[in-house]
């Protein structure tokens, strides 16, 4: 591909799952486009595990942001069509919840009308599987009943994919009924492979990595960034526009760049555990509680190989009492604690590891008694995530544009990184053609890859970044 001197460049700083998408669109539509990430490899940032097709493990956010979050879940699968492990999700409300069954149905119905709109519109949309299947509820004497039963191998119904949990669930803890929802897994590290093998084949895509930003000025109508590269050096180049995709870092770049922004930044922290003892295809479960008590939300997320990734939604597991902090009013970037600072910037402490793991375990057993003898398999994916403004349950967010083509990618969920990414092409005017075609059709580089392809390399980034390789295999059908 011919690069004209007059075409314009943009610059993405910060190679997460929001630069490295605005970087995969631009570049497949043509444009010149130099991709900037201060660490070793792309989409290394906060856990992602979970496609939130509907917004269903968030009772406290609107209708409209579920919505979005289901069409922008939509569009994002379509462009990485090997990074889902198709399985339900069941949410279960215990006992101990204020909460009732009966609050979220009536969202359920909205969730599954919009749904089916989008599939009238466009067959290709119909990633989650058929709309009268989005989702479907379980009374407890049907799960008592699918608890004699045998799955399957590979789960061929919604009622094989609950067979484990009626087994091993404590039902007399749950309200009912429990909710079976189409809200599929999503593999980070094959969504990092993805990345990987559509950047390095596309020429007008310049990927520059351990590489760190350090000014920003504008003048004559061009971006003036200095920058450090891996040994230390300093460089400058210029550009056109100015794409902020630094995740719980934007404010740093905001500062440089001379436009405020208020937001806040939070820390959390996924744990990877193994579970000897099971050999059965699980769905994901979510059994809900109190963001932040100690009977905050549990979540289990299945792999391949008995791994199982879990949330607890405590101050002592996933939160922690001091990581959620806010902008200033006179500077953009909320300030971590030195401590999780460290921990993003060094790892953690071993015995750190262990032991939130291990809470984490127990949090788990409460619920599912059997799953007390799952081990510590591996450290914690971790990570900071920024949330524009106050808002705290904010989670369906995109991008905000300012004066001298300068554009910030504010993604909450992963699952908004390619809607952003068209808004900078639509408000920019960089491609006045630009959406008329389909997904697949504007990304032929994307679509050329096969699902083992991707797995190969989703297992290459797990064994560098030192995780277990089951976090990168296809799970599910």
């Given at each position: 591909m011919t690069l004209r001197s007059q075409d314009p460049r943009i610059a993405i700083i910060g190679g997460g799952i929001a630069g490295a998408t605005?970087?995969?669109?631009?570049?497949?539509?043509?444009?010149?486009?130099?991709?900037?990430?201060?660490?070793?490899?792309?989409?290394?940032?906060?856990?992602?595990?979970?496609?939130?097709?509907?917004?269903n493990l968030y009772r406290e956010i609107s209708e409209q942001q579920c919505i979005d979050l289901l069409e922008q879940s939509i569009e994002t699968v379509r462009l990485y069509p090997h990074t889902l492990n198709v399985r339900p999700t069941l949410i279960a409300i215990p006992q101990s919840d204020p909460g009732q069954p009966e609050e979220i149905l009536p969202r359920l119905v909205t969730i599954q009308n919009a749904y089916r709109k989008l599939v009238e519109q466009d067959a290709a949309n119909q990633v989650l599987g058929a709309v009268d299947n989005y989702y479907r509820l379980y009374q407890r004497e049907e799960l008592e009943r699918l608890a004699q039963q045998q799955q399957a191998n590979p789960p061929q119904s919604d009622d094989e994919w609950v067979?484990?949990?009626?087994?091993?669930?404590?039902?007399?803890q749950l309200k009912y009924p429990v909710v079976l929802v189409q809200e599929y897994g999503w593999s980070v590290f094959r969504l990092a492979a993805s990345v990987d093998l559509t950047l390095?084949?596309?020429?007008?895509?310049?990927?520059?990595?351990?590489?760190?930003?350090?000014?920003?000025?504008?003048?004559?109508?061009?971006?003036?960034?200095t920058y450090l590269d891996a040994q230390g050096e300093r460089h400058t180049q210029t550009v056109d526009y100015l794409v902020n995709a630094c995740g719980f870092e934007t404010g740093r770049v905001d500062d440089m760049a001379r436009h405020h922004r208020q937001r806040l930044v939070e820390f959390k922290a996924a744990y990877v555990t193994h579970w000897p003892a099971c050999h059965q295809w699980w769905p994901e479960v979510i059994f809900h509680g109190p963001r932040g008590s100690e009977d905050g939300m549990a979540q289990l997320t299945p792999y391949a190989d008995g791994t199982f990734q879990l949330h607890g939604m405590t101050e002592s597991i996933t939160l922690f009492a001091d990581g959620l902090v806010a902008s200033t009013p006179t500077s953009a970037?909320?300030?971590?604690?030195?401590?999780?600072?460290?921990?993003?910037?060094?790892?953690?402490?071993?015995?750190?590891?262990?032991?939130?793991?291990v809470r984490a375990i127990q949090h788990m057993s409460r619920f599912v008694p059997s799953f007390d003898?799952?081990?510590?398999?591996?450290?914690?994916?971790?990570?900071?995530?920024?949330?524009?403004?106050?808002?705290?349950?904010?989670?369906?967010?995109?991008?905000?544009?300012?004066?001298?083509?300068?554009a910030r990618l504010e993604v909450v969920k992963g699952s908004s990184a390619l809607r952003a990414a068209r808004q900078l092409v639509a408000v920019w005017q960089l491609k006045p053609d630009a959406g008329e075609l389909s997904i697949e059709t504007e990304?032929?580089?994307?679509?050329?890859f096969t699902a083992q392809q991707v797995e190969q390399q989703a297992i290459r980034l797990c064994h560098a970044r030192g995780y277990p390789a089951a976090l990168a295999k296809v799970y599910g059908l």
């Open positions: 605005a970087a995969v669109h631009l570049g497949e539509l043509g444009l010149n486009v130099v991709l900037m990430e201060k660490s070793a490899g792309l989409v290394s940032g906060p856990p992602i595990c979970h496609l939130h097709a509907g917004g067979i484990p949990f009626a087994q091993h669930a404590d039902l007399a390095e084949a596309l020429p007008n895509c310049q990927v520059m990595l351990r590489t760190e930003l350090v000014d920003a000025t504008f003048q004559d109508n061009q971006w003036r960034l970037q909320p300030q971590l604690p030195l401590y999780l600072q460290h921990k993003i910037e060094r790892g953690w402490p071993m015995s750190a590891q262990q032991e939130r793991t003898n799952a081990e510590f398999a591996g450290k914690p994916l971790f990570g900071a995530q920024q949330i524009p403004g106050d808002d705290v349950t904010l989670r369906a967010a995109d991008v905000s544009f300012e004066a001298n083509q300068y990304h032929p580089c994307s679509m050329a």
